[in-house]
């Protein structure tokens, strides 16, 4: 009897096998390889100019309004939301504080505080015209970024403001700390923090996911959606008028017009993120590194010789094929969900 049981009890026996290859982390560190992969091409290609510390400096010193703009698209993004006035926001935000200080002679901390307000109640604006009147948020922050646009030129009489307190500059760019980095650079690791804590380890968090994920399921899980539409674009308004203020310290002033060529690169460096650490899901780090990865990429080919032009070529590029790949991991993964689901039914 012993000499059956014995066969028997080792087929039971579950040997084990290898891993299988996972595409998984090479999906979330791909765009962290590519932008190694660009610098390390660069370097070679211009051993004299690009792999510098003061080219370092550049690159990471000169992003920060770009990626304190993006970290704030990224909650209207997370809970299924558009907002194409982040730019306008950033440059009233700005001018705001530049005319108020610089013309009115209206203390700094008085003039930046409106200045955030201004961004809370854009956001706010945004928030209860799509919700309250059922408005896709596209055409929405489209009218109020136009708006915004004509109250900015109003503003300045078209032309740039100048003369801001030098105590903004020097909190922002006069100041250089590690690595000759400006503050401003510390403040785009601060708000890339910031928005990471708040999107991945807290309830409110969670909450926009799950509406961005699903908004009747939501509605139906007893979630108030239309309160957590409303703050994605608060936080997003907030966020781009925490931008104009370093904005504005970066310029010592404001200028009417060029805030708006923030617009494209930050929702380039949203869905290019959405490929990385997290791919499929909108998220900080993923776009920390998407900013550098495309300004050290634009910086490299100017270097070459190329013609300004081929910025915006290398923006506009990099946004098609970023939520190309950002939609087919998302499709991606909710198949594998599902089919997870079907198999555990």
Same mark, same amino acid.
């Given at each position: %009897?012993? *000499? ?14 290898? &891993? ?10 791909? !765009? ?18 690009? &792999? ?7 690159? !990471? ?11 704030? $698209? ?23 504080? #530049?005319?108020?200080?610089?013309? %009115?002679?209206?203390?700094? !901390?008085? #003039? ?48 740039? /403001? ?6 903004? +500059? ?14 401003? $650079? ?11 804590? +708040? ?13 961005? *994920?699903?908004?009747? /399921? ?46 494209? &690169? #930050?929702?380039?460096?949203?869905? !290019? ?14 776009? $920390? ?9 634009? +910086?490299?080919?100017? %270097? ?42």
């Amino acid at each position: %009897m012993s *000499t059956t049981a014995e066969p028997a009890l080792e087929t039971s026996i579950v040997r084990p096998t290898r &891993p299988r290859f996972s595409w998984g982390h090479t999906e979330r560190y791909a !765009l962290l390889g590519a932008w190694l992969v660009i610098v390390i091409a660069f370097s070679i290609a211009l051993p004299d100019t690009y &792999p510098t510390l003061g080219n370092l400096q550049n690159i !990471l010193g000169s992003q920060s309004v770009l990626l304190i703009l993006a970290l704030g $698209f990224l909650f209207p993004l997370t809970a299924g939301e558009f907002d194409l006035s982040g730019a306008s926001t950033m440059s009233l935000s700005a001018m705001t504080i #530049a005319v108020l200080n610089a013309k %009115m002679d209206i203390p700094l !901390l008085p #003039a930046i505080l409106v200045g955030l307000a201004i961004g809370v109640v854009v956001g706010l604006v945004n928030g209860l015209l799509t919700v309250a009147f059922r408005i896709d948020s596209f055409i929405v922050t489209l009218g109020t970024s136009t708006f915004m646009i004509g109250i900015i030129q109003w503003m300045s009489a078209s032309s740039s /403001v100048t003369g801001i307190d030098p105590a903004l +500059v020097q909190a922002t760019v006069g100041w250089r700390g590690l690595a000759g980095l400006p503050l401003a $650079f510390v403040y785009g690791l601060i708000a890339t923090v910031v928005v990471l804590v +708040v999107l991945s380890a807290t309830p409110v968090g969670r909450r926009l996911l799950f509406v961005g *994920t699903g908004r009747t /399921v939501a509605e139906l899980s007893g979630l108030n959606v239309r309160r957590l539409r409303v703050g994605a674009f608060v936080g997003a308004g907030l966020t781009a008028a925490v931008a104009g203020v370093v904005y504005a310290g970066t310029l010592g002033g404001a200028d009417p017009s060029s805030g708006q060529s923030f617009l494209l &690169p #930050a929702f380039a460096a949203c869905y !290019l993120g959405a490929t990385a650490i997290i791919p499929g899901r909108f998220n900080a780090i993923g776009t $920390f590194i998407a900013v550098y990865f495309l300004f050290s990429g634009v +910086v490299g080919l100017q %270097m070459l010789g190329a013609d300004n032009f081929v910025q915006q070529l290398f923006y506009g590029g990099a946004l098609i094929v970023a939520v190309a790949v950002s939609q087919t991991i998302r499709r991606h993964s909710v198949a594998s969900a599902a089919k997870a689901a079907a198999k555990q039914s």
